[in-house]
């Protein structure tokens, strides 16, 4: 093939933050960019000279006729054994703009340029990497509250700086001379030449920039009752990972107001600094540190953890190797889902939201009718249809597990069973007053049991007035409690967006449990997103849940659905949950930011009394919803519209004031802007599409119908190998070679 038949495009792109051990990558609808598979993406080449992540990729003449789309991501390998199949591409962080870059081969033959990693379009969004390798795992260990205990005093009176450092049991330990058996480091089988984890990264909740980065040499300060500090490292051989917790102590803070000490902020490819230490004579005459000095250490293995989720407790050892105190540590494994649904990086929804007015979500359906009155039982398929009919724009239902593993919706962990009390000499028929109630846990009962048994509310026997569970053998099925999530994604009016609540229980301060000896929670997630993308097609889908990880987890899983974090804040009406996070939106607002998500459902008690939090996440970045009981008056509903929210969740949607769909209002405006009747459609997520859907996901592409903050671009529509494609008129940056004599260059 003649230099004639071809066009060469260089992709440059430069990168502010990035670590020695990473690499940079372009994915696109193209082979060569691996057609949105991450795992197929080109690598790009580090340029010392300019500065710059540059390769290039070769097109027919037919091809260069075509538009290019394509996103940037950092990543960094990891390898699980000496076998070199189990290399595998780790993402770290991405481009996460709704809309791929767009380059036109045809028309921009002659622009060139620099890219900047994460910025185009006016726009700077960049998300970190999911689990997508089959044994990919993400390890968080947090400290809080009174996570350290020493057996003298004089340790438990001073401020620590902790680090932990992730290493692998088939290596010797790098900085320490534990093990001098010479045989041992002799043993090279089964040793892989790469890392089998990444570094690990940190995050104080109670900083004011609580993102994890790279800790620093010392690591990050920890004080009893003051701190809430995350480490997370990723492992594709997690059987063999350990880590060493250090401890740090600053001679030279007299108090614990003092500043932290200048250490160095940069990333160090060394897993062990030197530690500072000097020392000084004081007025006396005697010899005193001064600097930082390590002063102990601890292991832990997540081997040795019970469950994937939990607290382990380990000794911490002095110099001498002697115990001085113990380290609690809560812990959590994020595995990759068991069976893996094919992500492409071609479209995602996780951080992507149009400003709006706010979206109206019909509470339960049309809302609590077991503790409140209500025409319409909660919960059901009747409820939430009913919603959408009175124009909702999305419901709001709580799904969790049966016995055998079913996901439906119902919003309590307990019910009730009503049991007949009898003699042996009585086989008449019982009276009203000689029913037993028994209560147990839904987990407990299959859901053809649910569907059998007569059923009451679990507060049945104070809500005597209100709808009962299982109701009358006339009621049509619509009607029947218990609807599984799939027969609601299959059912339920498409235009209508879901934000699905996921129910796990959880301790609360008072010691009690919502509901013990509950589900491993990567089975309970992974059961309930497998329903979802097999169900949902392109509806509009919103995650949340009260569990901050079961947010963290849903995040880490899949990189195509938001995640709300529910927060309850300061209440005087509900028994706290014992977890921190939840306790204050102030901290809901941090864990959120930490965790990248998409925002925080805020609880309307807590926004009445101090409606700052609102601003707070909006100069995060964050989305944010609002629910609770107040917002049964009409009167608090228009002073959350008042703060701009994003989302309003109430119950009886429609019931006093009529109003429709916001998603079909917009689609009817567009079509009627366009000069065509409109057509039904359902979509993605949160965004809207008529058109067909890629060959690599079942996100769509169209963008005449696309939720987009600010104007619309307007598409172009052409066929590149083989697929359709609706395309933008953005142009991002690339170089351009038509032959090797000829290449020129232009900026944005």
């Not at 060139?112 to 700077?124: A, P, S």
């Not at 909740?205 to 701190?227: D, K, M």
């Not at 909660?378 to 009175?390: F, H, M, P, Q, V």
């Not at 697929?723 to 944005?748: A, G, Y």
Request: include cysteine; glycine fraction near 4%; hydrophobic fraction near 35%.
């Amino acid at each position: 093939m003649s230099d004639e038949d071809e066009t060469a495009v260089t992709f440059a792109v430069r990168v502010a933050d990035i670590h020695a051990w990473e690499f940079v990558f372009v994915v696109g609808d193209h082979v060569q960019l691996g057609n949105w598979n991450p795992d197929q993406a080109l690598e790009l080449v580090y340029s010392e000279k300019d500065n710059v992540w540059m390769n290039r990729l070769t097109l027919t003449v037919e091809q260069a006729r075509h538009p290019l789309r394509y996103r940037y991501f950092i990543g960094y390998y990891l390898q699980a054994s000496s076998d070199a199949t189990s290399k595998v591409r780790v993402i770290s962080r991405w481009e996460s703009q709704f809309l791929p870059r767009h380059f036109m081969c045809a028309i921009d033959k002659y622009l060139g340029g620099t890219d900047e990693f994460g910025h185009y379009n006016g726009k700077n969004k960049v998300s970190a990497g999911w689990l997508h390798q089959p044994k990919q795992c993400q390890i968080y260990l947090r400290l809080h509250g009174a996570s350290l205990k020493f057996f003298k005093e004089r340790y438990s009176q001073r401020p620590y700086f902790i680090k932990i450092v992730s290493f692998d049991l088939r290596r010797k330990e790098i900085g320490t001379s534990l093990d001098d058996d010479p045989d041992d480091s002799l043993d090279g089988s089964g040793i892989p030449p790469l890392p089998s984890f990444s570094h690990t990264e940190v995050s104080d909740h109670y900083a004011e920039n609580p993102h994890f980065h790279a800790q620093t040499a010392h690591g990050r300060e920890f004080q009893n009752e003051n701190s809430y500090v995350v480490f997370r490292t990723t492992s594709v051989a997690v059987d063999y990972l350990a880590f060493r917790i250090e401890f740090y102590v600053d001679h030279s803070r007299t108090t614990k107001k003092d500043v932290e000490p200048s250490i160095d902020l940069q990333p160090r490819t060394h897993r062990d600094a030197p530690d500072r230490l000097r020392s000084s004579k004081s007025s006396s005459g005697h010899l005193q540190k001064t600097g930082i000095e390590r002063i102990a250490i601890a292991y832990c293995m997540p081997t040795g953890m019970s469950d994937t989720f939990g607290q382990i407790s380990v000794p911490i050892l002095a110099k001498n190797q002697q115990p001085i105190g113990m380290v609690n540590i809560d812990y959590l494994i994020v595995r990759s889902m068991q069976n893996p649904v094919p992500m492409s990086m071609e479209v995602s929804f996780a951080r992507h939201w149009k400003k709006r007015a706010p979206l109206e979500v019909g509470h339960r359906g049309m809302g609590n009718s077991y503790t409140k009155f209500s025409a319409v039982r909660e919960n059901t398929l009747d409820s939430l249809n009913k919603a959408a009919r009175n124009g909702a724009d999305f419901v709001e239902f709580d799904v969790q597990l049966t016995k055998d593993q079913k996901v439906v919706i119902f919003h309590d962990f307990h019910v009730l069973v009503s049991v007949a009390r009898r003699t042996m000499r009585d086989t008449r028929l019982p009276k009203a007053d000689s029913v037993e109630f028994h209560e147990l846990a839904l987990k407990d009962l299959k859901l053809k049991q649910l569907q059998l048994l007569h059923l009451d509310h679990h507060k049945a026997p104070e809500n005597q007035d209100k709808l009962k569970v299982t109701g009358a053998l006339t009621e049509t099925e619509e009607n029947h409690p218990f609807p599984t999530l799939i027969e609601a994604l299959k059912h339920v009016d498409g235009d209508t967006g879901f934000n699905i609540e996921i129910k796990y229980p959880m301790k609360m301060k008072d010691g009690s449990h919502e509901c013990e000896n509950y589900f491993e929670r990567n089975l309970f997630i992974d059961t309930i997103l497998e329903d979802v993308f097999k169900f949902a097609g392109n509806r509009r889908i919103v995650f949340s849940s009260f569990d901050p990880d079961v947010c963290t987890m849903i995040a880490m899983k899949q990189p195509r659905y938001p995640v709300l974090f529910l927060s309850v804040g300061v209440t005087t009406r509900y028994v706290p949950f014992l977890d921190q996070r939840s306790c204050t939106s102030e901290m809901a607002v941090n864990y959120a930011t930490s965790q990248n998500i998409l925002g925080v459902n805020f609880h309307s008690e807590d926004l009445l009394r101090d409606p700052s939090h609102v601003r707070k996440a909006r100069e995060r970045g964050l989305v944010s919803f609002v629910w609770g009981d107040d917002l049964d008056d009409p009167n608090n509903i228009q002073a959350m519209r008042n703060l701009n929210l994003d989302g309003i969740i109430y119950d009886r949607i429609g019931a006093d004031q009529a109003r429709r769909n916001v998603f079909t209002v917009e689609r009817t405006a567009k079509a009627s802007l366009f000069g065509s009747s409109p057509a039904p459609s359902r979509s993605g997520s949160l965004d809207r599409s008529t058109s067909r859907l890629s060959n690599h996901d079942s996100i769509p592409l169209a963008l005449s119908q696309l939720d987009l903050a600010g104007s619309t671009p307007s598409p172009t529509t052409s066929t590149h190998n083989g697929t359709t494609t609706s395309t933008p008129s953005t142009v991002p940056v690339v170089f351009v070679q038509k032959d090797k004599e000829d290449s020129s260059s232009s900026s944005d």
